[in-house]
Protein backbone atom coordinates (compact mmCIF):
# COMPACT_ATOMS: atom_id res chain seq x y z
CA UNK A 1 0.00 0.00 0.00
CA UNK A 2 2.96 1.99 1.18
CA UNK A 3 4.33 1.81 -2.61
CA UNK A 4 1.36 2.96 -4.55
CA UNK A 5 0.71 5.56 -2.23
CA UNK A 6 4.56 6.45 -3.18
CA UNK A 7 4.06 5.86 -6.83
CA UNK A 8 0.38 8.36 -6.73
CA UNK A 9 2.78 11.33 -4.57
CA UNK A 10 4.79 10.86 -7.90
CA UNK A 11 2.55 11.25 -9.92
CA UNK A 12 0.54 14.82 -8.21
CA UNK A 13 4.38 15.81 -8.49
CA UNK A 14 4.69 15.52 -12.01
CA UNK A 15 1.21 16.56 -12.40
CA UNK A 16 1.93 19.93 -10.48
CA UNK A 17 5.19 20.17 -12.68
CA UNK A 18 3.22 20.22 -15.49
CA UNK A 19 0.83 22.58 -14.68
CA UNK A 20 3.63 25.30 -13.58
CA UNK A 21 5.29 24.39 -16.88
CA UNK A 22 2.49 25.63 -18.67
CA UNK A 23 1.69 28.21 -16.71
CA UNK A 24 5.40 29.72 -17.12
CA UNK A 25 5.06 29.26 -21.19
CA UNK A 26 1.52 31.03 -20.89
CA UNK A 27 3.33 33.96 -18.93
CA UNK A 28 6.16 33.83 -21.51
CA UNK A 29 4.04 34.05 -24.44
CA UNK A 30 1.69 36.98 -23.04
CA UNK A 31 4.59 38.88 -21.39
CA UNK A 32 7.03 38.29 -24.67
CA UNK A 33 7.15 41.62 -26.20
CA UNK A 34 7.48 43.41 -23.02
CA UNK A 35 10.46 41.19 -21.81
CA UNK A 36 12.59 41.31 -24.80
CA UNK A 37 11.81 45.65 -24.76
CA UNK A 38 13.12 45.06 -20.97
CA UNK A 39 16.16 42.94 -21.90
CA UNK A 40 17.00 45.38 -25.46
CA UNK A 41 16.92 48.70 -23.37
CA UNK A 42 18.89 46.91 -20.19
CA UNK A 43 21.79 46.17 -22.62
CA UNK A 44 21.82 49.29 -24.50
CA UNK A 45 21.57 50.95 -21.35
CA UNK A 46 24.68 48.85 -19.95
CA UNK A 47 26.47 48.03 -23.58
CA UNK A 48 29.60 50.03 -22.71
CA UNK A 49 30.29 47.79 -18.71
CA UNK A 50 29.06 44.84 -20.69
CA UNK A 51 31.77 45.32 -23.50
CA UNK A 52 34.09 46.00 -20.69
CA UNK A 53 33.37 43.08 -18.28
CA UNK A 54 33.81 41.22 -21.51
CA UNK A 55 37.03 42.12 -22.71
CA UNK A 56 38.59 42.29 -19.06
CA UNK A 57 37.93 38.53 -18.80
CA UNK A 58 38.90 37.95 -22.18
CA UNK A 59 42.34 39.75 -21.11
CA UNK A 60 42.20 37.50 -17.36
CA UNK A 61 42.17 34.13 -19.47
CA UNK A 62 44.96 34.74 -22.16
CA UNK A 63 46.94 36.12 -19.20
CA UNK A 64 46.12 33.00 -17.44
CA UNK A 65 46.70 30.89 -20.35
CA UNK A 66 49.98 32.66 -21.32
CA UNK A 67 51.54 31.92 -17.24
CA UNK A 68 50.30 28.38 -17.64
CA UNK A 69 51.93 27.76 -20.62
CA UNK A 70 55.53 29.74 -19.56
CA UNK A 71 55.33 27.49 -16.64
CA UNK A 72 54.89 24.25 -18.54
CA UNK A 73 58.39 25.26 -20.59
CA UNK A 74 60.21 26.10 -17.92
CA UNK A 75 62.49 22.94 -17.07
CA UNK A 76 61.83 21.42 -13.72
CA UNK A 77 64.45 19.33 -11.26
CA UNK A 78 63.82 16.36 -10.09
CA UNK A 79 66.22 14.72 -7.56
CA UNK A 80 66.33 10.78 -8.13
CA UNK A 81 69.06 10.61 -4.69
CA UNK A 82 70.74 12.85 -2.65
CA UNK A 83 73.21 15.13 -4.80
CA UNK A 84 72.06 13.77 -8.57
CA UNK A 85 70.11 16.44 -10.10
CA UNK A 86 68.10 15.37 -13.38
CA UNK A 87 65.69 17.08 -15.65
CA UNK A 88 62.15 15.57 -16.17
Do not use: C, T, W
Not at 23 to 28: D, E, G, Q
Request: proline share 5%.
Amino acid sequence: MLKNQKQGQVGEREERGAAQAASKAAHYEKNLPDILASRAAYYEKNKPDILARKAAYKARRIAEIDARLEAAAQPRFVRLHPGAKNFV
